[in-house]
T-cell receptor, first 122, second 115 residues
Framework: GAVVSQHPSRVICKSGTSVKIECRSL??????MFWYRQFPKQSLMLMAT?????????EQGVEKDKFLINHASLTLSTLTVTSAHPEDSSFYIC??????????????????FGPGTRLLVL | AQKITQTQPGMFVQEKEAVTLDCTYD???????LFWYKQPSSGEMIFLIY??????QNATEGRYSLNFQKARKSANLVISASQLGDSAMYFC????????????FGSGTKLNVKP
């Protein structure tokens, strides 16, 4: 159980175009999903927290208008990189926390990660 | 201050031996959770083990165990009987009760298992 999918797994696009990445929780509901960015050989950097039915919460330094997040249902969040440029090339990973996990009662408190999307902007 | 510190950028271990990956954390929250994830070269993040701050016993999951020393604020991952498939990046992470949705990740440790 607790599978999260991401689509596409790899995308190459031209500079100036927009790219949409989907994150789906396949066998559980997720009120909250997270979007991370990871540069080669570095740790994950949280970009934003996506909340179903409300606006995403962005981390400091992350451009809201650049990285549009939509959490339309309890199983789907999308990240759109608008007007992508080569510096946006990175590995983007989403994660989802199962709805209903409260406090620190066990492994339910973890987040489950998607397989990631490698974005290359030419 | 860094919330999660992993001081070993890279580690080598002989196959079938045990290895300890270090993790220290910094928090003033009364309740928090500590996690370890494995990231193979394919990029996916695999959840390994979890320790709650109020758990009396160290967490164990198969060959993985977490050596939790609360007073020292350390949460080291111990992998017993290393296998070649254990070669990967390992990340320690923490969640705090007062910042419930945010996971803090360490910089990671690259583990190489030698045959």
């Amino acid at each position: 159980g607790a599978v999260v999918s991401q689509h596409p797994s790899r995308v190459i696009c031209k500079s100036g175009t927009s790219v949409k990445i989907e994150c789906r929780s396949l066998d559980f509901q997720a009120t909250t999903m997270f979007w991370y960015r990871q540069f080669p050989k570095q740790s994950l950097m949280l970009m934003a927290t996506s909340n179903e039915g409300s606006k995403a919460t962005y981390e400091q330094g992350v451009e809201k208008d650049k990285f549009l997040i939509n959490h339309a249902s309890l199983t789907l969040s999308t990240l759109t990189v608008t007007s992508a440029h080569p510096e946006d090339s990175s590995f983007y990973i989403c994660s989802a926390r199962p709805t209903g996990g409260t406090g620190f009662t066990g492994a339910l408190e973890t987040q489950y990660f998607g397989p990631g999307t490698r974005l290359l902007v030419l | 201050a860094q919330k999660i510190t992993q001081t070993q950028p890279g580690m080598f271990v002989q196959e079938k031996e045990a290895v300890t990956l270090d993790c220290t954390y910094d928090t003033s929250d009364p309740s928090y959770g500590l996690f370890w994830y494995k990231q193979p070269s394919s990029g996916e993040m695999i959840f390994l083990i979890y320790q709650g701050s109020y758990d009396q016993q160290n967490a164990t999951e198969g060959r993985y165990s977490l050596n939790f020393q609360k007073a020292r604020k350390s949460a080291n991952l111990v992998i017993s009987a290393s296998q070649l498939g254990d070669s990967a990046m390992y990340f320690c992470a923490m969640r705090e009760v007062y910042n419930f949705n945010k996971f803090y990740f360490g910089s990671g440790t690259k583990l190489n298992v030698k045959p």
